[in-house]
């Protein structure tokens, strides 16, 4: 990354707008990216992260911001994408003023620039935001916990690449292999076996987790993290960390199906992606299938209704399905099938808007 210039990445990736600040007060240091407004305001947490050096923050927040256009385009919202990171170590930087800090400068960016919490930040560190600037959503007591939206949106993907491999959407009689049994992961398990799920096993590392799943839902079966890759059911549902497809583990996966909730979760989104497609493996691109938890916040901004957010969440089976159709059409992996997707409906906006029309 030696011969790193901003203006030329801008240029390549077609961005607005980067914004560095510096608050003289609390020493809060900050980049704010916004990539694409075309559909609306730029939506993005904010990240606190100890970087080592400007320029990994600078690039973090660059790439970020970026993915964030294409996960609300896809998603059907009105929002475009950007991303804050804040450069320190969390649990030394963090007071009320830092954060009213940050409110003040996402003010001065006149609402083109909507935050919310992201690693190292939470509900009562955006309430700080919200006492200086209307553009920050996420806040406690509007959307709240926006997990059971987004395993919601999960389990309708689910039922999308089910109807695509096997012609009908069922989950009775299906089995499925989660890996992580935290927020997403958990709500995912319980809506599975509402539907009548045949087998379900997990993996999990917080003994908590374990202890809930054994007293909750028994049947549930627990195994290995290692084994979890290699389990012959229908569905492979990564819901813990990102980077978990990779050239190590996508050889053992036995799914037909890859989805869950996990970010990032191809190592290399290129080479991995086309590793599965290669394999036969049907892969829900991971910001498709995960967008209930931004579907949630979009929500906030024109008056919060869980029943609305969840039946919105629900409509990732049609976005599915759509992205293998083109993914067929087009011979390309379902990832890049659904970079393709997010950037027509872009363009497509943006041509309805070339006439003009006084409101
Ligand atoms: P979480 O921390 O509540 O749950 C993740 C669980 O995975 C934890 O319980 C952890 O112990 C477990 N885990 C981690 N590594 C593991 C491993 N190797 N093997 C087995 N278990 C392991 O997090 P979450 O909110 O459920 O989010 C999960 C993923 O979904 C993350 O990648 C997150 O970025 C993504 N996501 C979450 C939301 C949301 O609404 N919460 C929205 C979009 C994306």
């Given at each position: 990354?030696?011969?790193?210039?901003?203006?030329?990445?801008?240029?390549?990736?077609?961005?607005?707008?980067?914004?560095?600040?510096?608050?003289?007060?609390?020493?809060?240091?900050?980049?704010?990216?916004?990539?694409?407004?075309?559909?609306?305001?730029?939506?993005?947490?904010?990240?606190?992260?100890?970087?080592?050096?400007e320029e990994e923050a600078l690039v973090d927040c660059l790439r970020l911001a970026r993915g964030m256009t294409y996960k609300s385009a896809a998603a059907g919202l009105n929002l475009g994408g950007g991303k804050t990171v804040l450069i320190g170590e969390a649990s030394q930087v963090k007071s009320e003023a830092y954060f009213r800090a940050l409110g003040r400068f996402v003010q001065s960016l006149n609402?083109?620039?909507?935050?919310?919490e992201d690693v190292n930040t939470?509900?009562?560190?955006?309430?700080?935001v919200a006492m200086e600037t209307d553009h920050v959503v996420g806040l406690e007591g509007k959307s709240g916990n926006p997990s059971p939206v987004t395993a919601k949106g999960v389990f309708h993907g689910i039922r999308a690449a089910l109807f695509r491999?096997?012609?009908?959407?069922?989950?009775?009689?299906?089995s499925f292999a989660v890996q992580g049994a935290g927020q997403?992961?958990?709500?995912?398990?319980?809506?599975?076996?509402?539907?009548?799920?045949?087998?379900?096993f997990f993996t999990e590392l917080n003994p908590r987790h374990i202890e809930r799943m054994r007293l909750e839902h028994p049947q549930v079966r627990f195994v290995n993290p290692d084994e979890i890759f290699s389990q012959e059911v229908d569905v492979l549902a990564p819901?813990?960390?990102?980077?978990?497809?990779?050239?190590?583990?996508?050889?053992?996966?036995?799914?037909?199906?890859?989805?869950g909730s996990a970010n990032n979760v191809l190592l290399d989104e290129e080479a991995h992606s086309r590793m599965l497609t290669d394999r036969g493996i049907l892969y829900?691109?991971?910001?498709?299938?995960?967008?209930?938890?931004?579907?949630?916040?979009?929500?906030?901004?024109?008056?919060?209704?869980?029943?609305?957010a969840m039946a919105d969440a629900a409509r990732i089976y049609d976005r599915l399905?759509?992205?293998?159709?083109?993914?067929?059409?087009?011979?390309?992996?379902?990832?890049?099938?659904?970079?393709?997707?997010?950037?027509?409906?872009?363009q497509n906006i943006k041509n309805l808007r070339d006439n003009y029309i006084p409101r």
């Open positions: 990354m030696g011969q790193f210039t901003i203006f030329d990445y801008m240029q390549k990736h077609q961005y607005e707008q980067v914004v560095h600040f510096f608050d003289r007060s609390t020493g809060l240091k900050g980049i704010t990216v916004i990539h694409n407004t075309t559909l609306g305001p730029a939506l993005g947490g904010t990240r606190i992260w100890n970087y080592t050096t609402g083109r620039y909507i935050t919310a939470s509900t009562k560190d955006m309430s700080y491999k096997y012609g009908s959407a069922e989950i009775q009689g299906r997403t992961g958990y709500f995912l398990i319980n809506y599975l076996l509402e539907e009548g799920a045949q087998e379900i819901c813990a960390l990102g980077g978990v497809l990779n050239d190590e583990t996508i050889p053992r996966v036995k799914a037909p199906i890859i989805a829900c691109p991971d910001f498709v299938i995960n967008a209930g938890g931004i579907i949630n916040v979009y929500h906030e901004l024109t008056g919060y209704n869980k029943d609305r399905l759509d992205i293998f159709t083109i993914a067929d059409r087009e011979s390309i992996s379902t990832h890049a099938a659904a970079k393709v997707f997010a950037k027509q409906r872009i």
